[in-house]
């Protein structure tokens, strides 16, 4: 698996507060790696991090956050099978799936779902574009 940089500073970040005694000690270690991202200019590794953080706190909770995106709303109960599909796939209690749902009209029907181990892409757009590829090739 690539690793990319925000995935690398989120993870020394994580090791470093876990290591601390205090929460005055956590919050220097987060000061200083702050202080460390603006001398290396890399600000806009924040919200990244930030989310690859929340990423390892799920995990080591056996929680798993899934962000899933459909091309219309969906029902509490269509929301409550992608969750029960969702935590099958991953074979987690439903209960352990902490799903974050968005729409997005271009993407024409079906849903896609993203959780840090996978992504699934069930989207009519994503299969036209495929098929467009075929046709084209």
């Known amino acids: 698996m690539k690793h990319q940089k925000h995935a690398i500073y989120a993870a020394a970040l994580w090791g ?4 601390a005694e205090s929460e005055k000690e956590e919050a220097d270690i987060a000061r200083a ?6 001398t290396r200019r890399l600000e806009g590794l924040v919200p990244k991090i930030q989310k690859e953080l929340t990423n390892i706190e799920q995990k080591k909770k056996g929680i798993v956050a899934a962000d899933v995106v459909s091309a219309t709303a969906l029902a509490d109960a269509e929301k409550e099978e992608v969750v029960r599909a969702i935590a099958a ?4 209690d439903s209960a352990n799936v ?3 749902f968005a729409v997005d009209d271009s993407l024409i029907g ?3 779902v ?6 699934i892409d069930g989207t009519v ?6 098929l467009k590829k075929q046709l084209t090739a």
């Open 16 to 19: 470093l507060v876990q290591g």
């Open 33 to 38: 790696f702050a202080a460390y991202l603006h």
């Open 89 to 92: 796939l991953v074979k987690k």
């Open 98 to 100: 902490d799903a974050r």
């Open 110 to 112: 079906g849903l896609a």
């Open 114 to 119: 993203r959780t840090p181990e996978m992504i």
């Open 125 to 130: 757009r994503t299969k036209l574009e495929k």
